[in-house]
């Protein structure tokens, strides 16, 4: 949702064209950063920060913006396991597999 900032004048027509017919639509259009009024009356123009118009037009949350960038992270992490192989832990071996875990047999009670 994004909260969009007009002028108090701009509030009242839009206030008194939703009075006079409630059942027309007024447009937001965020691609143009106007409000358009019904019926072809008049559009009031507002602001947003590009970076927030971006990630909204484009469906982008702090994951989405992340994973534009998921090339890169691979490649990291494919230098990182070269230098630093200790660093991906004992669950995993060369070649990108991992050691199979086997289940543990659990107590019939639990001793508090």
């Known amino acids: 949702m994004l909260p969009v900032v007009l002028p108090a004048e701009q509030c009242a027509i839009l206030a008194r064209d939703a009075e006079e017919a409630p059942n027309d639509p007024i447009e937001v259009d965020l691609d143009r ?3 358009r ?3 072809g009356k008049g559009s009031f ?7 927030k118009r971006h990630c909204l037009l484009n469906g982008l949350d702090d994951i989405g ?5 998921g090339g ?7 230098r990182r396991s070269e230098m630093w192989p200790w660093l991906d832990g004992f669950g995993y071996v060369k070649g990108g597999g991992k050691i199979e875990a086997r289940p543990i047999r659990q107590k ?3 001793d508090w």
Do not use: P, Y
């Open 33 to 35: 950063q106007e409000v």
């Open 37 to 39: 009024r019904a019926n």
């Open 45 to 51: 123009a507002f602001e947003v920060e590009a970076f």
């Open 65 to 69: 913006l992340t994973m534009q960038k």
């Open 72 to 78: 890169k992270i691979d490649s990291f992490e494919g």
């Open 108 to 110: 019939k009670t639990i």
